[in-house]
């Protein structure tokens, strides 16, 4: 199975922007689709944007039009860039590869705060 990192994560005031990258430890051609999704603490975890194989996407309703999904084949590495950041976007990130039951990454802060 695929191993994932994510990379990025910071402190960023709101308004401020992130690029998220989640490198993969093998080619990710084949992984149907690739996806971000984020945790709070004392919530549950939030999906965030998916990207298929054909690079068709689709975002959850929290971060649509603010966020972007895309993906490098060539580099193995999935992005997600995030705009217009507010302090309820603060979360842990974590990086997906075939769905729930897939490869997941350890995670990356992301704190928007003043």
């Known amino acids: 199975q695929v191993q994932l990192g994510e990379s990025g994560g910071g402190l960023v005031q709101p308004g401020g922007s992130l690029r998220l990258s989640c490198a993969a430890s093998?080619?990710?051609?084949?992984?149907?689709?690739m996806g971000w999704y984020r945790q709070a603490p004392g919530k549950q975890r939030e999906f965030l944007a998916r990207?298929?194989?054909?690079?068709?996407?689709n975002y959850g309703d929290s971060v649509k039009g603010r966020f972007t999904i895309s993906r490098d084949n060539g580099k193995n590495t999935v992005y997600l860039q995030m705009n217009s950041l507010k302090p309820d976007d603060t979360a842990v990130y974590y990086c997906n590869a075939g769905g729930l039951a897939g490869a997941w990454g350890q995670g990356t802060q992301v704190t928007v705060s003043s």
């Open positions: 093998g080619s990710i051609v084949g992984i149907i689709a």
């Open positions: 990207i298929s194989s054909a690079a068709t996407t």
